[in-house]
């Protein structure tokens, strides 16, 4: 079974250019997890959908990010007008709702570096 | 203030020494997770643990909810156990996770 892949697996910016990252889930799973991981640091949770609607976005810096997963499989997480505080890995994830087990599954990141 | 903290940061071991790693927390779970990272590497799930002990190979997770605790004991350690180990908690109404800052774990041979 493939795993949550992500998309790119690097990008390097200058302040103020955009960037999106991709992420497609584990098949049938229904919740989908944006998550900021600065160096040296555990990540953070920047959004989460259940199938196309966001839970929690209370997290997600509203003026420059941006989140969707709009037909309730693949997501694209959206950073405008970058700053060097956004340098950080962005990790998906994903999980199936009812499940009390270790199914949480981590893609394998887009390392974001600003400059 | 942070509601997951783990200790130590950082641990130095000898190969086949043991090593206890602690994460404490300030709310509410509906379960603890953990899991290992190699640097620039994905989180790889070690535990789902609500409560109680489990085991795998040689790491042992123990969940103490009454204590607002979970611990993570690697026996005879390896050279392969070196990374960081992160704690993880899943809030009750919700799977979205709340990381501590991590533990990271070097072992020498």
């Known amino acids: 079974e493939a795993g949550v892949t992500q998309s790119p697996r690097y990008a390097v910016l200058q302040e103020g250019q955009a960037v999106s990252f991709w992420c497609d889930p584990i098949?049938?799973?229904?919740?989908l997890y944006w998550y900021q991981q600065p160096r040296d640091q555990g990540p953070q949770l920047l959004v989460y959908?259940?199938?196309?609607?966001?839970?929690?976005n209370s997290q997600l810096p509203s003026d420059r990010f941006s989140a969707v997963r709009p037909k309730g499989t693949n997501s694209t997480l959206k950073i405008q007008s970058a700053k060097q505080g956004d340098t950080a890995t962005y990790l998906c994830?994903?999980?199936?709702?009812?499940?009390?087990?270790?199914?949480?599954?981590f893609g394998s990141g887009t390392r974001l570096l600003v400059i | 203030g942070q509601q997951v903290q783990q200790s130590p940061a950082s641990l130095v071991l000898q190969e086949g020494e043991n090593a206890e790693l602690q994460c404490n927390f300030s709310?509410?779970?509906?379960?603890m997770q953990w899991f290992y990272q190699r640097p620039g590497g994905s989180l790889v799930s070690l535990f789902y643990?609500?409560?109680g002990t489990k085991h795998s190979g040689r790491l042992t997770s123990t969940t103490v909810i009454k204590e607002r605790r979970s611990s993570l004991h690697i026996s005879s350690s390896q050279t392969t156990d070196s990374g960081t180990y992160l704690c993880?908690?899943?809030?009750?109404?919700?799977?979205?996770?709340?990381f501590g800052t991590g533990t990271t774990v070097s072992v020498s041979p």
């Open positions: 994830a994903s999980s199936l709702t009812g499940t009390a087990n270790s199914d949480y599954t």
């Open positions: 098949s049938g799973h229904d919740t």
């Open positions: 959908f259940r199938d196309e609607a966001v839970i929690d």
């Open positions: 709310t509410s779970l509906n379960s």
């Open positions: 643990n609500p409560s």
């Open positions: 993880a908690l899943e809030r009750q109404g919700g799977r979205a996770l709340i």
